[in-house]
């Protein structure tokens, strides 16, 4: 009787199923924008300095006649302090953090354009330029603030929610109707059809909430730690009767669009799409049976089940 023998797969063996080379995959070119991408180039090789007459991006340059005047006059050792310290003496309040997110808003465009800075575009939707001048440009504490570079990802998340608010208003002007194959379609008026994804308009509203939530928290991060510089937490005197509002205001925002009137719309568009239900209506909301005007109810939260004394 002949023997039977067993064929021992190698260890080293690969896979049936085994996965495509980078180099076999075909990735599709994505278009930059090319604005973006200059901006992005133009602000990796800004050399930032204060009194640098030689540097064309030094805020000697860059700010106006009269207001470089003033900055040349402050001493230098100001420059150095910490940002604690800084807060401490300087106590800014609200209009303060506006006015140095806009400074440096406006010298980034001056740097990307190559121009001087505007004035106007500074105190634009939060002073008047006769408080520009008389108040801040006549206070070292508050002008070493302002020219004090903020935190890059207040500025970073700020310039994503512009870009995010862009592309909500791309989606609530489009019109939603006549749902075909997991989407919507639109008769242009040459008589084709444009059929817009929902899928991708979940994710970028999905998206634009985080980044703005992500910038209301940075904004009252600043603002609490402002109040605390202000009622003098650091003082163990004080710190038992230093009391905080429970939740700081989001100061309001000129180049942004007013949130309680937004709020309303994007809601709306949430429920249209599903955000606010569970995961089977989620993947429900791309089917063809599902018309424009029905509305889905959002499931009640149940009560917790009640642990029982034994288990204690």
């Known amino acids: 009787m002949a023997e039977q023998t067993t064929k021992k797969r190698s260890t080293g063996a690969p896979p049936m199923n085994k996965p495509k080379a980078l180099e076999d995959v075909v990735i599709s070119e994505v278009e930059v924008d090319p604005v973006v991408e200059k901006r992005a180039a133009t602000m990796a090789e800004i050399d930032y300095s204060i009194y640098d007459k030689k540097n064309p991006n030094s805020l000697m340059n ?14 230098q050792n100001w420059h150095c302090v910490t940002e604690a310290k800084l807060v401490s003496l300087a106590e800014p309040e609200d209009r303060d953090v506006r006015l140095r997110l806009a400074f440096w808003e406006e010298y980034n465009r001056a740097c990307r354009t190559d121009e001087k800075m505007a004035r106007a ?7 008047s330029s006769e408080v520009w001048k008389k108040y801040y440009l006549t206070n070292w504490k508050k002008l070493v603030f302002i020219i004090r570079p903020p935190r890059h990802e207040m500025l970073l998340h700020k310039t994503l929610l512009l870009h995010g608010y862009d592309r909500i208003s791309e989606i609530l002007n489009m019109p939603i109707q006549n749902k075909v194959n997991k989407g919507w379609k639109e008769e242009l008026p040459n008589g ?31 603002n609490v730690y402002t109040l605390a510089a202000q009622y003098g937490v650091d003082s163990k005197e004080k710190k038992k009767h230093a009391k905080y509002p429970e939740q ?15 709020e309303g719309e994007i809601d709306e568009l949430e429920n249209f799409l599903g955000l606010d239900q569970d995961e089977d209506l989620e993947s429900e909301v791309g089917a063809e049976n599902i018309e424009h005007e029905e509305t889905i ?12 004394e034994s288990q204690f």
């Not at 575009?121 to 002073?127: A, M, P, S």
């Not at 444009?194 to 940075?218: E, Q, S």
């Open 192 to 222: 084709k059809f444009k059929t817009h994804n929902t899928h991708y308009m979940k994710v970028d509203t999905v998206a634009i909430r985080a980044i703005r939530d992500t910038v209301k928290m940075l904004i009252n991060m600043q």
């Open 297 to 308: 109810e959002r499931r009640k939260p149940g009560r917790p089940k009640k642990i029982p």
């Open 248 to 262: 700081v205001p989001l100061p309001p925002d000129p180049e942004l669009p007013d949130p309680d009137d937004l």
């Open 121 to 127: 575009r500074i105190c634009y939707g939060i002073c």
């Open 62 to 75: 860059r700010c106006d006649t009269r207001t470089s005047l003033l900055i040349s006059k402050i001493p």
